[in-house]
């Protein structure tokens, strides 16, 4: 199954902004936004009017500021419907725990909220409170709900809050979010005119017509790393294995099951491609043949005979004509130097170490990577998986020029 939409770039952006102290930043959002050529509606929950007047962001944005459902002269104008439909970004920001508790149950009690439900637009978020509200479990419990329905979340940062504490939940600086939200133009974007082939989640080796050999991928860091990619401006084509994962918006996406069918995916969607990226755990062993019946409980032991797999990344740093070639290495002891060899034997570019276990990388919201180049190290810490997939992928898009400039 194959599903496919045009990358975007916001033109007309509707800015939700939710009751918080950082609601006064929005204004200056208002500004950044429209510096950049974007037209801004403004919409307030009416937790926000209590911190910011309709009047600031009507002045900023020059054009009449929403706040309630029940308006009935504003919705006679241009109607929550209309506005959904008006939008090609929703951006909320600052985004409350409440707005992003809200947004995940999927409410319309409110002018933001039923514009949200009533949209086709990406969604993004940026999220302000409290370090200890941001870590509480139920937030984090609606954030991934949202990441997994495709919604952006942007931040949020770390330091010291308003409130006198200090850790995570401040709003990214308006200048940053500005800057994410048009990453993606595809003329100014990091990756910019390149198309990037990503491979993500598991592969799945059937043994009969009930039964396969797996592994603990979820695709997660690899569906990041698409979004990251086409934030970044690429176009981007994701190759996924058996995954429940929504596809991240303007991304292509191309779905399969065993390591041969990545195999010939990937070959088949490689040939214009400047950045291949295997982030996906493909099945380095496999039964070959599947038993055309279940396999019955006829005796106390049974042998597999598996054949080793056709190694796509390698095969694809072997080509003649090759992309710029990211691997990546899942290890449980000595990381680096298996890394190392890695990138070695296979004739990588790059390739991104992760430290893997029952406890670590697989299926978790966080991870952190290694990052291994002919002559050169980076670390990039712990955090989340789409957070990480940012600046993995500004480093991929640095050692590129770099690569091209012969550096
Ligand atoms: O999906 P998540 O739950 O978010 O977890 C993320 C992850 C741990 C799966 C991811 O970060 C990761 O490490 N992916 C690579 C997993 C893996 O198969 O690593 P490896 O060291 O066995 O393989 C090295 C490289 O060869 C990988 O780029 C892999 O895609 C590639 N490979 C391996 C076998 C094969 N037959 N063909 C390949 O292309």
């Not at 191309?254 to 390591?259: K, P, Q, S, W």
């Not at 990381?335 to 296979?346: D, M, S, W």
Request: some cysteine; glycine content about 8%; proline content about 4%.
């Amino acid at each position: 199954m194959t599903s496919a939409s045009a990358p975007t770039f916001p033109r007309r952006i509707l800015l939700g902004v939710t009751g918080g102290i950082a609601a006064y930043k929005a204004a200056d959002l208002v500004r950044r936004l429209r510096e950049r050529g974007a037209e801004v509606q403004v919409i307030l929950t009416e937790g926000a009017a209590r911190f910011v007047t309709p009047l600031t962001f009507q002045a900023l944005s020059g054009r009449p500021v929403r706040v309630g459902l029940w308006d009935e002269a504003a919705e006679a104008a241009m109607g929550h419907i209309e506005l959904a439909r008006w939008a090609d970004l929703v951006l909320i920001a600052p985004a409350s725990a409440d707005f992003l508790a809200r947004l995940a149950g999927g409410l319309a009690d409110d002018l933001l909220a039923t514009t949200c439900l009533a949209t086709t637009a990406p969604i993004a978020v940026a999220p302000a409170m409290n370090q200890q509200m941001w870590t509480a479990a139920a937030t984090q419990a609606n954030v991934q709900t949202l990441r997994t329905r495709g919604v952006l979340v942007l931040g949020p940062g770390v330091g010291s809050q308003a409130c006198g504490e200090t850790g995570a939940g401040r709003l990214l600086e308006p200048s940053e979010i500005a800057a994410r939200v048009f990453a993606s133009d595809p003329s100014t974007g990091s990756l910019a005119g390149r198309h990037v082939v990503i491979t993500a989640g598991p592969t799945r080796e059937p043994i009969d017509p009930v039964r396969f050999l797996s592994n603990r991928s979820s695709g997660k860091m690899g569906f990041a790393v698409a979004a990251a990619a086409q934030a970044a401006g690429a176009r981007v084509t994701l190759v996924a294995g058996p995954v429940s994962l929504a596809t991240p918006t303007g991304v292509a996406r191309i779905d399969v099951e065993t390591a041969a069918q990545m195999y010939r995916a990937v070959h088949a969607a490689i040939s214009d491609c400047d950045v291949y990226i295997g982030a996906a755990a493909v099945a380095d062993y496999t039964p070959g043949c599947c038993a055309d019946n279940k396999i019955k409980k006829t005796s106390d032991t049974l042998d597999l005979h598996l054949e080793k797999a056709a190694d796509i990344l390698a095969s694809v740093a072997a080509l003649e004509r090759r992309p710029f070639v990211v691997g990546f290495a899942a290890e449980t002891t000595n990381v680096e130097a298996h890394a190392r060899a890695k990138l070695e034997r296979k004739k990588l570019d790059l390739i991104a170490a992760n430290e893997v276990g029952a406890e670590r990388a697989f299926d978790r919201e966080d991870n952190a990577l290694l990052l291994l180049w002919p002559g050169g190290r980076k670390e990039l810490a712990l955090k989340s998986k789409a957070e990480l997939a940012h600046e993995f992928v500004a480093f991929i898009a640095d050692r590129l020029a770099a690569v091209a400039a012969g550096v």
